[in-house]
């Protein structure tokens, strides 16, 4: 399918005080303040993102995501509040990017096992490939305080829409249909988090068949479902995930 340009990035922080390829240059740019500020806030988020996925929330220091990000504290500040407000928007900026990745491959598909399956593998394949951005997504954000815990309940939420389409006894009772599908969201961030905390994340791409039969199960019955146990090749051809 058509490159959609969409990453899970953890990439291209200042190293030794080189500057970074996002980095907008110094003295006269004719840039608007507006532009600026939300290329230092980007640049601020990644450095946060890279910061507490390589040593965790708790040592995850400003100076580091400032030197990162090729920014003074002073701008820092002006941005964010603190430590906690700064991962709590780059947790939300992580999920939001891994969301709009999982829904871009399960939109294609007409299926919803297919769709469901061909957007967890895009999900899978682009976490295994940024180490911290997994980290953050569904280990550190437990460990980072009520802000990040808001974005985690508002993220968890994003997902739900994957499950509009699947058959249920309970489609027309809305509240249980709900509490059923945050408990499918609720189970996949839990695996993800055990494998992640595990430092198994190149090996997150084999869980797919186990995760999708967690996902279908109170769906479609244990039946059917155990077809998602089935080799990934057997099965039908979903659509392959754009590199991360």
């Known amino acids: 399918m058509p ?15 080189r500057r970074r390829r996002d ?3 110094g003295g006269r740019h004719g840039l608007s303040r507006e532009v600026v500020a939300q290329s230092q806030r980007e640049r601020i988020l990644k450095g946060m993102t890279i910061a507490a996925g390589r040593h965790g929330f708790r040592d995850a220091h400003i100076t580091e995501v400032v030197h990162r990000a090729g920014v003074s504290r002073r701008t820092f500040y002006e941005h964010f ?40 593998a895009a999900m899978l394949d682009a976490l295994s490939k940024r180490p911290e951005v997994a980290r953050v997504c569904f280990v550190e954000v437990l460990a980072a305080g009520p802000l990040a815990a808001q974005e985690r309940d508002s993220a968890t939420r994003k997902f739900l829409p994957l499950f509009e389409a699947a058959p249920s006894a309970v489609a027309n009772m809305p509240r249980i249909f709900e ?32 995760l999708t039969y967690m996902m279908v199960l109170p769906f479609l019955g ?22 991360a």
């Open 23 to 25: 980095q907008l240059p």
């Open 81 to 120: 509040k603190g430590k906690e407000e700064c991962f709590a928007a780059s947790y939300s900026r992580s999920m939001e990017q891994l969301w709009q990745l999982t829904l871009r491959d399960f939109e294609v598909e007409r299926e919803w096992v297919v769709g469901l399956r061909a957007g967890f």
């Open 222 to 243: 244990p039946d059917a479902a155990a077809d998602q146990l089935a080799d990934p090749a057997d099965l039908p051809a979903a659509t392959a995930p754009e590199a």
């Open 179 to 210: 509490a059923l599908a945050l408990g499918r969201v609720a189970d996949l961030g839990a695996v993800l988090h055990r494998e992640i905390a595990a430092e198994r994340i190149a090996e997150l791409p084999g869980l797919l068949p186990e």
């Open 3 to 17: 490159s959609s340009g969409l990453k899970l990035d953890a990439k291209e922080y200042s190293v030794a005080g």
